[in-house]
């Protein structure tokens, strides 16, 4: 499911940011295959009857934005990452495999509460 709103978003990111947010992506449409894609909050946003997943570049870091229910189940598997009530980030030095496995389990969580 092409974005071009999503996609452009991408493409206005630094350079070498921009295969990492592919990646994340990527990612998100193997989980969520019938979600719409959109911008929302003025981020890539996964949604499916109500906002499932954002995403979104910052300076240093991928912005994760699951909300508080998403961030207390996966509490105990992000103790290494800053998180706030609603929000983790993933320092982009370090976002590779794994961290995208957990962004996947975290968004397919989210697409199956969501659907309750």
Not at 76 to 93: C, D, E, I, N
Request: contains cysteine; proline residues 6%.
């Amino acid at each position: 499911m092409a974005s071009s709103a999503i996609d452009e978003y991408i493409a206005s990111q630094p350079e070498a940011v921009q295969p990492l947010l592919n990646a994340v992506l990527q990612t998100l449409r193997d989980t969520l295959p019938d979600a719409t894609e959109k911008l929302a909050w003025q981020m890539p946003t996964f949604w499916k009857g109500g906002n499932l997943i954002h995403f979104a570049a910052q300076k240093n870091h991928l912005g994760i934005y699951p909300g508080a229910e998403a961030m207390e189940h996966f509490a105990p598997r992000l103790t290494g990452y800053k998180t706030s009530k609603g929000a983790a980030q993933f320092p982009y030095k370090t976002l590779g495999v794994e961290q995208l496995a957990l962004i996947s389990e975290i968004a397919a969580w989210c697409g199956v509460r969501n659907a309750k």
